[in-house]
Structure formats: structure tokens, C-alpha cells
């Protein structure tokens, strides 16, 4: 049901200012909790996107042991540059904290998208459930 005692249910997480502004945080099914805290993947985005060799990235939730799960990105590379796991750790080290630092990054050739252009974070986890990685791995790092 998308509404439900008067309030359109959009499935968004978000807050309202002392203004009475509303800020979106993320959506609902994208929530990562990894041992017991919430963590939003758009916020680990808008700071990978800060680095200036990242032209796109995804972030969503891995299992991990017992410990619910760990952010992992999946990070497309501008042409003609490289990066590794270990310069986007230390990269984000001084600006999230470091339980939303990924565990695993990617570097993928392309992200998958729906006919308008979003990015399928569920295809990225069939991806990772069926084994399926090598298909969207970039070749150059």
C-alpha cells in the first residue's frame, strides 16, 4: 500500500530541519546495518564522488558473518585513470567514519541501469549472489 492513514508511503528515509525543511536521506531498502547501526549508501556515494578519478559509484549491503552486513562499492573509473581499494581507504578515512568505509570495492566497466538511467543496486547484488562479478569487472584495474 502506498498510503496508509493519510500519508503517501514513498518507501524514503529522511528528516525535517529546524527550518521545516525536508531532507531526503536514502531509501528504505538500501538501509545497510551492519552490527546493529544503520548506514546510508548515498552518503558513502556523495563522498567516494567527491574523489575526482571516480565518475560513478554504488554502494549497497553485503552479508557478512553474523554481524548483519558491510558496505561494499562498486566504483566505475573516469578513463585514463586508476585507483585501488587501498587509495579509496585512505581517501575516506578522514571524512566517514570507519565503519562505513566498504569492505570490498569494485571497479567495474559499467554500473546497471533501468531505461531511465537509475542505477539497479538489486542487480548488483544478484551480481555478487550468483558469482557473477567478472561480467561487469573493468579490465584496467
Known amino acids: 500500500r ?6 503517501l508511503l514513498t518507501g ?3 528528516f525535517i ?3 521545516g525543511f525536508l531532507h531526503i536521506v536514502d531509501r528504505k531498502k538500501d538501509l545497510i546495518i551492519s552490527k546493529g547501526i544503520n548506514i546510508y549508501p548515498r552518503e558513502i556515494e556523495e563522498v567516494l564522488l567527491e574523489h575526482p578519478y571516480i565518475e560513478e559509484c554504488a554502494v549497497i549491503g553485503w552479508k557478512a558473518d553474523n554481524n548483519g552486513e558491510v558496505p561494499v562499492a562498486f566504483i ?3 578513463e585514463g585513470k586508476q585507483l585501488t581499494s587501498k587509495d579509496l581507504k585512505l581517501f575516506l578515512k578522514d571524512k566517514i567514519a ?5 569492505k570490498y570495492f569494485y571497479f567495474v566497466e559499467f554500473l546497471p541501469r533501468n531505461p531511465s538511467g537509475k ?3 538489486r542487480k548488483l547484488r544478484e551480481i555478487l549472489e550468483n558469482n557473477e562479478i567478472d561480467k561487469i569487472l573493468a579490465k584496467n584495474n
Do not use: A
Not at 502506498?2 to 500519508?7: L, P, Q, S, Y
Not at 570507519?98 to 566498504?102: C, G, L, N, T
Open 119 to 121: 542505477i539497479l543496486k
Open 98 to 102: 570507519f565503519y562505513k568505509i566498504p
Open 2 to 7: 502506498t498510503i496508509k492513514d493519510g500519508w
Open 12 to 14: 524514503d528515509y529522511g
Open 17 to 19: 530541519d529546524e527550518e
Open 76 to 78: 566505475k573509473v573516469k
